[in-house]
């Protein structure tokens, strides 16, 4: 302090004060009541009584150490409890008097430890839920989550949209997809626990699972290690760079100023559009990196699960709790599905049948439908009144004007008519390739109040197979041909 105040005869009070090794407003104070600490009053006390002396020692400590986890509020609340005239007041200086108490007697707290990362060893893996963005295709919520990759050197970065939960073929594609547009696999691959994957499987299929992990990791010459289940941390490299990517993809919808894609196609390309922009950023230590990856093998692995299904007399099979349709002639065949996230797969033998789009179970665990009237249009034009309590009724009407023009038919006519015309309607949109332009026709007369007319459709859209005119061909007699073999003129 007088090393101070012999700075102040030629400094200012900032000056001063850095020179003797005080704050600025520690210097202000001094110059303001130059007099010796020892030459000071004692320190005010307490100028009220402490309204925890009572019962901090005695209560509220033997609960933080019975329970080291509790709450501060918690203890707050059940001190209310105890003590009804406490002051509600005191609850941020119990707080304040809590956190200090353990600063100096709690318990030991669990270290992170940063590590030294080399470019070229460490790829993560981790799914990341994005229903709460209120992303629509086509007008109708999209319930998915993204796969989501990235190299802990460089930052390197793939998302790609999954649309049911956690599972094996997801994080097989996303992850196979990652590698292929990276050029290159690191030396070990970080996942979580699979745990999301492993849900409601027996030991046999979790044993298969993993080791069909094992041996994806295994293709691309990548050691397979995971974090302790329930410790996210262990993750951190990607955990943390979900919330990034989910704020860049927050930010682009609304720059977009709409939600609502055309298709799931559209949605994908968005994603990696932003994907793409993240990655210019860090484009020369990605660059670097890649130097250090080891090299792609030839081909990919497989990325689908391989069931057999049986075709049953309803023409469709069940798997996995959703119902699919496919063409009668199948009935009674076994084939072969590649189960992808996004479709299956159907082969008989080695042949590939088709592909349908992949349903998933509803979330109440009833079953799902994917479902295509065309498979079954020419059984239902023999049976039109199964349409009435068809148990799939609703996701045979491919378009939302057809399901409406049905109620509207059984509303005004009687079901067996009712059921007729709708058959005859659908068999119209198959036979004649007109699903789309029927569907608008068939809205115009819905917003008319009026019933469709099969008649004027029917000639609308194409003449009657039957009504065809008959083609004759009248065919030269064969004597004379004859004429070519004698090179006689004709």
């Known amino acids: 302090m007088r090393f101070f105040m012999k700075l102040r005869q030629t400094n200012g009070i900032a000056a001063a004060s850095a020179k ?41 400590v033997p609960l933080l150490k019975a329970a080291p986890g509790l709450r501060a509020v918690a203890v707050f609340e059940e001190m209310r409890r105890r003590h009804p005239d406490l002051d509600p007041g005191v609850r941020r200086t ?26 070229g060893r460490l790829g993560l893996s981790d799914f990341t839920d994005m229903g709460d963005l209120g992303v629509l295709v086509a007008g109708q919520p999209l319930d998915h989550r993204l796969y989501h990759f990235r190299l802990m050197w460089s930052g390197f970065e793939h998302a790609h949209v999954i649309l049911g939960g956690e599972s094996y073929v997801a994080l097989a594609e996303g992850l196979q997809n990652a590698l292929w547009a990276l050029g290159g696999a690191p030396t070990e691959h970080r996942s979580d626990s699979l745990s999301a994957a492993f849900r409601n499987l027996d030991a046999e299929a979790r044993a298969d699972l993993t080791t069909r992990y094992d041996a994806l990791c295994g293709h691309y010459g990548m050691t397979p290690t995971r974090n302790n289940r329930g410790i996210a941390h262990e993750n951190g490299g990607i955990e943390s760079a979900h919330g990034h990517l989910k704020a860049a993809v927050r930010d682009a919808l609304l720059l977009r100023a709409s939600r609502d894609f055309d298709d799931l196609a559209a949605y994908r390309r968005f994603i990696d559009e932003i994907v793409a922009a993240k990655n210019r950023r860090s484009g020369a230590r990605i660059d670097a990196e890649r130097a250090a990856l080891q090299p792609l093998p030839d081909r990919r692995t497989s990325d689908y699960e391989e069931v057999i299904v049986t075709v049953t007399s309803t023409s469709s099979f069940t798997l996995r709790k959703v119902f699919y349709t496919v063409p009668s002639r199948l009935i009674g065949h076994r084939l072969r599905v590649r189960l992808y996230d996004d479709r299956l797969d159907l082969f008989i033998g080695g042949t590939h049948l088709m592909t349908l789009a992949r349903g998933r179970s509803k979330s109440n665990g009833a079953h799902g439908h994917v479902v295509d009237y065309r498979h079954v249009i020419h059984s239902l034009r023999r049976k039109p009144m199964a349409l009435m309590k068809l148990v799939y009724r609703d996701q045979l009407f491919p378009r939302e004007a057809y399901a409406r023009t049905f109620e509207r038919l059984v509303e005004a006519l009687s079901e067996r008519v009712a059921c007729r015309m709708m058959v005859e309607l659908l068999a119209m949109a198959h036979e004649r390739a007109c699903e789309a332009e029927l569907a608008d026709l068939l809205g115009t007369d819905l917003a008319a109040g009026r019933l469709p007319d099969i008649a004027a459709l029917r000639e609308r859209f194409a003449p009657n197979p039957a009504a065809l005119p008959e083609v004759v061909i009248q065919l030269a007699p064969l004597s004379t041909y004859d004429v070519l073999l004698t090179g006689e003129a004709a």
Do not use: C
């Open 94 to 119: 119990m707080e304040r008097r809590i956190r200090s108490w353990r600063a100096l007697h709690g318990p030991e707290q669990e270290v992170i430890f940063r590590q030294i990362h080399e470019p």
């Open 20 to 60: 003797a090794g005080f704050s600025t407003a520690t210097g202000y104070r001094i110059a303001q009541t130059p007099v010796l600490p020892s030459q000071r009053a004692k320190t005010r006390e307490r100028r009220r009584p402490d309204p925890l002396a009572e019962i901090f020692e005695h209560e509220i």
